[in-house]
């Protein structure tokens, strides 16, 4: 066989429609995934498609905006139609970078997770995570967090949680949480919780719904329901319903809402421990412990207990205890030990009522003695310079005495009475009828 060369215009007309047919097959097969690298985002071996309802993360490009950048030729070897990714994406779906979620250290400018479980979280301005597992955040700015359970919680500026468990909530201006389950908040200014379990609350404004754990110490630690612990120490300490713990100490100290004696204050609120004392002393409701003691000490309710102590002024609706002593000592009704420049009990006295100055008793189921000593009715004595009693059942010793049911109105030295008459019944009951005619005008 003689073999001849092709003259070039044979082979053109044999070679040109191969290449146009292979090239035609070749443009009009899909194309694969390394023929978009640089155009696409790359993909990563974890990469998972993205959730219609995830939260874009600073510095990952959107779906909108991959479809905008991402047109594509369709038209063959000799396309010039383009169409968005997201034609394509129907077929095969794009895979992104998964949004930021769980890591051991992570930081930034304001770093932004949806759960962390690691060692920390820092923040040069702003942290927010939404459920943090790990040992501290950090946030010089802000930290926020919506379920935090951690050693700490940091910021310079303010820490927020809405559940913190674990150590400290620690900044110089303000650390709040709703529920707080830990050691402390500490911080220079503002400590806020809703329900408190923790050791302390140290701050200059200490807040808590519901504390329980050791104390509240600050210029200002205020229970707005109950406190069970061991103490409030402040300048000004205020549990809104009911104290229960050691001691309440500072310059104002207060259980019970109202810091003025206004009357009718419940029995169920107020302060149930040892000792509440400072420069004024007040429970709008049950005073139940060892003592109360305060430039001014004053129960507006039941006092029980040892001793109620006002440097001016000492002041219970009703006393049950073995005294009060003040300048001033007042009450409804006392049964014990009254002592004071000046003692008073409105409605009854059960006990010894002395007084350096001036005794006043409705009733006097003992002892009244005073230089001036008065009462409606005395079961009992009275000693002093000038006695007076309208019904006297006892004997009256002084330098003038006077009794309306007396063995004489007037006496001096001795007189002695045997409860003939009841005038304290009738003044009592013209009492409640002044009382119903001022109602019923």
Same mark, same amino acid.
């Given at each position: 066989?003689?073999?001849?060369?092709? &003259?070039?215009?044979?082979?053109?007309?044999?070679?040109?429609?191969?290449?146009?047919?292979?090239?035609?097959?070749?443009?009009?097969? =899909? &194309?694969?995934?390394?023929?978009?690298?640089?155009?696409?985002?790359? *993909?990563?071996?974890?990469?998972? =498609?993205? $959730?219609?309802? $995830?939260?874009?993360?600073?510095?990952?490009? $959107?779906?909108?905006?991959?479809?905008?950048?991402? =047109?594509?030729?369709?038209? +063959?070897?000799?396309?010039?139609? !383009?169409?968005?990714?997201?034609?394509?994406?129907?077929?095969?779906?794009?895979?992104?970078?998964?949004?930021?979620?769980?890591?051991?250290?992570?930081?930034?400018?304001?770093?932004?997770?949806?759960?962390?479980?690691?060692?920390?979280?820092?923040?040069?301005?702003?942290?927010?995570?939404?459920?943090?597992?790990?040992?501290?955040?950090?946030?010089? %700015? @802000?930290?926020?967090?919506?379920?935090?359970?951690?050693?700490? /919680?940091?910021?310079?500026?303010?820490?927020?949680?809405?559940?913190?468990?674990?150590?400290?909530?620690?900044?110089?201006?303000?650390? @709040?949480?709703?529920?707080?389950?830990?050691?402390?908040? %500490?911080?220079?200014?503002?400590?806020?919780?809703?329900?408190?379990?923790?050791?302390?609350?140290?701050?200059?404004?200490?807040?808590?719904?519901?504390?329980a754990g050791v104390a509240q110490v600050g210029l200002y630690d205020r229970a #707005?329901?109950?406190?069970?612990?061991?103490?409030?120490?402040?300048?000004?300490?205020?549990?809104?319903?009911?104290?229960?713990?050691?001691?309440?100490?500072?310059?104002?100290?207060?259980?019970?809402? #109202?810091?003025?004696?206004?009357?009718?204050?419940?029995?169920?609120?107020?302060?149930?421990?040892? %000792?509440?004392? +400072?420069?004024?002393?007040v429970t709008d409701g049950a005073f139940t412990g060892a003592a109360q003691v305060?430039?001014?000490?004053?129960?507006?309710?039941?006092?029980?207990?040892?001793?109620?102590?006002?440097?001016?002024?000492?002041?219970?609706?009703?006393?049950?205890?073995?005294?009060?002593?003040?300048?001033?000592?007042? &009450?409804?009704?006392?049964?014990?030990? /009254?002592?004071?420049?000046?003692?008073?009990?409105?409605?009854?006295?059960?006990?010894? /009522?002395?007084?350096?100055?001036?005794?006043?008793?409705?009733?006097?189921?003992g002892a009244q003695v005073g230089l001036v000593n008065q009462a409606r009715e005395?079961?009992?004595? /009275?000693?002093?310079?000038?006695?007076?009693?309208?019904?006297?059942?006892?004997?009256?010793?002084?330098? %003038?005495?006077? !009794?309306?049911?007396?063995?004489?109105?007037?006496?001096?030295?001795?007189?002695?009475?045997?409860?003939?008459?009841?005038?304290? #019944?009738?003044?009592? !009951?013209?009492?409640?009828? *002044? *009382?119903?005619?001022?109602?019923?005008?």
């Open positions: 066989m003689i073999l001849r060369p092709c &003259s070039p215009s044979v082979l053109a007309r044999s070679v040109v429609p191969i290449a146009l047919a292979t090239g035609l097959f070749l443009t009009s097969t =899909p &194309s694969r995934a390394d023929d978009d690298i640089g155009t696409t985002p790359a *993909r990563s071996k974890e990469a998972q =498609p993205a $959730s219609p309802t $995830s939260v874009p993360v600073a510095g990952e490009a $959107s779906k909108a905006d991959v479809e905008r950048a991402e =047109p594509r030729s369709t038209g +063959g070897l000799f396309g010039s139609e !383009a169409e968005p990714v997201r034609r394509r994406r129907r077929e095969a779906p794009i895979a992104t970078d998964p949004p930021k979620d769980w890591a051991v250290l992570y930081g930034g400018l304001r770093p932004q997770l949806g759960t962390f479980g690691g060692i920390a979280v820092l923040g040069a301005a702003q942290s927010r995570v939404e459920r943090f597992y790990g040992a501290l955040s950090f946030a010089t %700015v @802000r930290n926020d967090a919506g379920d935090h359970v951690g050693f700490a /919680q940091l910021a310079l500026g303010r820490n927020l949680a809405n559940d913190f468990s674990g150590g400290f909530q620690l900044s110089l201006t303000e650390n @709040r949480a709703r529920d707080f389950v830990g050691t402390a908040q %500490v911080t220079l200014a503002y400590n806020r919780a809703g329900d408190m379990l923790a050791v302390t609350q140290l701050g200059g404004y200490n807040r808590a719904k519901r504390f #707005d329901e109950t406190f069970s612990g061991v103490a409030q120490l402040g300048a000004f300490d205020h549990v809104r319903e009911t104290f229960r713990g050691v001691a309440q100490l500072g310059v104002v100290t207060a259980a019970g809402r #109202d810091l003025l004696p206004s009357g009718g204050a419940p029995d169920t609120a107020g302060f149930r421990g040892i %000792v509440q004392g +400072g420069a004024y002393a305060g430039g001014g000490a004053v129960t507006n309710g039941t006092f029980t207990g040892l001793a109620q102590i006002g440097g001016l002024a000492a002041y219970s609706r009703e006393f049950r205890g073995l005294a009060q002593i003040g300048f001033g000592a007042f &009450s409804d009704r006392s049964l014990g030990l /009254q002592l004071g420049a000046w003692t008073m009990a409105d409605e009854q006295h059960t006990g010894l /009522q002395v007084a350096a100055g001036y005794a006043r008793a409705g009733r006097i189921r005395v079961r009992g004595v /009275q000693i002093g310079l000038f006695n007076t009693a309208q019904n006297l059942e006892g004997v009256q010793i002084g330098l %003038v005495n006077h !009794a309306d049911d007396g063995l004489l109105p007037w006496t001096s030295i001795i007189n002695i009475g045997f409860g003939d008459e009841d005038y304290g #019944d009738t003044e009592d !009951a013209e009492r409640a009828s *002044r *009382r119903t005619t001022r109602s019923t005008l």
